[in-house]
């Protein structure tokens, strides 16, 4: 999730849902080149649930290859009843090897592979939809990834959101930085004030101890990147310094998903 193009993609999606709208002088502009992957990632956060994973390309991720929806998977084969972590990941990685087989045997047979059942198909039928991914398919290595859908959760994040973007806003706004930079939060912790990484990055904005000193005060004692307001506020100053360095709002908010150095 801490994709830096992630949150600049995500910027429009999120605005919208706030009822924002993207000017002509968009400061967060989605090039063409990178507007299929901003479609994939909107539906990832608005139509799949927690429940299902998206088959993918990794490069070209609009290249879905099939969704594993454990909810109906239950329904429709194991009587209703809900599968078990173990079960799920089993599942998951039984379809994922399946359909990297047939990939692996398009690019050694051709279409004679189809002979081997409708995975193969399926796979020649979404590569074929472009000439990119038909070409890619037949000429590259290709090892599928596969991602959890996240509307549900975006839905509970929203809700989160709302006691505190008003806030949020008028700290970017008092600094001269566009208020829908706040969004950034929805992909840094999806606004959770307790969100904690296993790389030690803490609160809604995901600061590193280190980085966190620079702009608040992160002692045994007194942690503020678990305020949202006080975090808001050194993300506030740092984006803006990213910004006067750097010139460039994709490449400032790039340089916030990274880090200083």
Do not use: C
């Not at 999606?13 to 990178?34: A, E, K, N, T």
């Not at 980085?211 to 608040?216: D, E, G, H, P």
């Not at 007194?222 to 010139?247: F, H, I, T």
Request: net charge positive.
């Amino acid at each position: 999730m801490r994709q830096a193009t992630l949150l600049l993609l995500l910027l429009g999606m999120v605005l919208s849902s706030f009822g924002y709208s993207q000017s002509q002088s968009d400061p967060f502009p989605v090039s063409p080149i990178v507007r299929l992957q901003a479609d994939f990632w909107e539906k990832i956060f608005r139509r799949y649930k927690s429940s299902s994973f998206v088959i993918h390309d990794p490069e070209l991720v609009d290249i879905v290859i099939d969704v594993v929806d454990y909810e109906a998977f239950a329904k429709k084969y194991n009587k209703g009843k809900s599968y078990t972590r173990a079960e799920r990941k089993e599942l998951l990685a039984r379809y994922t090897e399946r359909y990297q087989l047939a990939i692996n045997r398009l690019q050694k047979l051709g279409k004679k592979a189809l002979e081997y059942g409708p995975m193969e198909r399926r796979v020649l039928e979404v590569y074929s939809r472009r000439k990119e991914a038909q070409n890619r398919l037949f000429t590259e290595e290709i090892y599928l990834r596969t991602q959890q859908g996240l509307a549900d959760e975006f839905v509970r994040a929203s809700q989160r959101a709302q006691q505190y973007l008003p806030y949020m806003e008028n700290i970017f706004r008092n600094r001269q930085l566009p208020p829908e930079l706040t969004r950034i939060a929805f992909v840094e912790s999806m606004f959770n004030k307790e969100a904690y990484s296993k790389v030690g990055a803490s609160g809604m904005w995901q600061f590193m101890p280190g980085t966190a000193r620079l702009y608040m005060t992160v002692n045994p004692f007194v942690d503020e990147r678990l305020s949202p307001l006080k975090a808001s506020y050194g993300a506030a100053v740092m984006l803006g310094e990213n910004k006067r360095m750097l010139k460039e709002w994709p490449i400032a908010i790039t340089a916030y998903n990274h880090g200083p150095g």
